[in-house]
């Protein structure tokens, strides 16, 4: 099992930035891919962007590309979610989550590990 800890969220104004970060401790030989979803009140979870441990491939829903960018640090087992020119659209819950296959999936069923999440709120 993969623990996983999220930080970095808060509040900020439309426009502003954000860095949420994931820290994975625990079995880290098992995941190959680290993801970000999201979830909004009422909303289904949702994909936002994610990264390949092994080859640095990265995976952006359309509604963050150009906005966010996502890095590793494989020798801290840590991922981060540089957010930027953020709009209202963008409040949530920011979960992280790793997956053992190979590519990049969008689906959240195939990740089994997941942390606490993160508030990111974004006032307009």
């Known amino acids: 099992q993969v623990q996983l800890v999220e930080s970095g969220g808060g509040l900020v104004q439309a426009g502003g930035s954000l860095r949420v970060t994931c820290a994975a401790s625990g079995r880290t030989f098992s995941y190959n891919v680290m993801g970000w979803f999201r979830q909004a009140p009422g909303k289904e979870r949702e994909f936002v962007a994610a990264?390949?441990?092994?080859?640095?491939?990265?995976r952006y829903a359309d509604s963050v590309k150009g906005r966010f960018t996502i890095s590793r640090d494989n020798a801290k087992n840590t991922v981060y979610l540089q957010m930027n020119s953020l709009k209202p659209e963008d409040t949530a819950v920011y979960y992280c989550?790793?997956?053992?296959?190979?590519?990049?999936?969008?689906?959240?069923?195939?990740?089994?590990?997941w942390g606490q999440g993160t508030q990111v709120t974004v006032s307009s």
């Open positions: 989550a790793t997956s053992n296959m190979f590519n990049i999936i969008i689906t959240p069923t195939t990740y089994g590990s």
């Open positions: 990264i390949s441990r092994t080859n640095g491939m990265t």
